[in-house]
């Protein structure tokens, strides 16, 4: 089977004038993954991840969705198929509902206008969030709640593949653990091709969110088996 995304000879973007990664970071990520990524911090992992969605332009190697490879003319496509998710979201000025109504717009989304509308407001409800936020301007929200919302967004986009960066880090426990199960419900809808990309620096979530380990160190990428990888500290 195709995997979902794969790379090839793949070198994440680095801004110094050498690359400071070591050797190929080359992935694959398949339906229904749930691979989760962690390292200290600095590491790496923000860079690789925007470097595998060409937000950065990667120091050396491809990217392919299926078995398309990824040049300058897929790129709005491609995003579209793999929704990258910052650790902390960028809103601008104007209410929540109208920062996800100009995203509702682009030509590549706007023919479902009405529909993606409906689901975010469903989706607001899923995450643990009043419908009258939608009225409200980001900086009148928490870090938890502007999370949640940029979460709903991504949702409403229908991508193939979410990469998370730390999307749970300003939630309490009972939301963290909410949003967990929402995405793995995501990801295991029966009909659909899904996946995510998971940074965690917690232990005990690695346990929860992952099937598969990718481990960031020394300036390489590793896949770490299941039972090599460690639950026990806080985090790591």
């Known amino acids: 089977m195709t995997p979902l995304l794969h790379t090839h000879d793949f070198i994440p973007y680095n801004p110094g004038k050498a690359s400071a990664f070591i050797g190929s970071w080359d992935i694959e990520v398949n339906q229904s993954d749930r691979i989760c990524i962690y390292g200290d911090s600095g ?38 198929k793999v929704i990258y998710l910052q ?7 104007d209410t929540i509902a109208e920062e996800m109504n100009r995203v ?7 023919s479902h206008y009405k529909h993606l509308q409906a689901q975010a407001l469903q989706l607001v409800k899923e ?4 419908a009258d936020i939608l009225a409200s301007k980001a900086y009148e929200l928490s870090g938890g709640q502007k999370q949640k919302i940029h979460l709903v967004l991504g949702l409403c986009l229908n991508p193939h593949i979410l990469i998370l960066d730390e999307p749970t880090a ?27 990309l998971w940074v965690s620096h917690q232990s005990s979530q690695r346990k929860r969110v992952g099937s598969r380990f990718f481990h960031v160190a020394d300036g390489s990428l590793s896949i770490v088996r299941p039972e090599e990888v460690s639950y026990s500290s806080a985090s790591m």
């Open 87 to 93: 650790q902390v979201p960028q809103f601008g000025e």
């Open 104 to 110: 509702f717009r682009f030509k590549i989304y706007k």
């Open 170 to 196: 300003s939630l309490d426990e009972k939301s963290t653990i909410h949003v967990e199960q929402l995405l793995r419900g995501w990801v295991e809808e029966v009909g659909h091709e899904r996946a995510y």
């Open 127 to 130: 995450v643990g969030l009043e």
């Open 43 to 80: 590491s790496g992992k923000s860079l690789f991840l925007k470097s595998l969605t060409l937000l950065y332009p990667p120091h050396s190697g491809r990217v392919y969705f299926g078995k398309q490879l990824i040049t300058q003319e897929h790129i709005l496509w491609f995003r579209s």
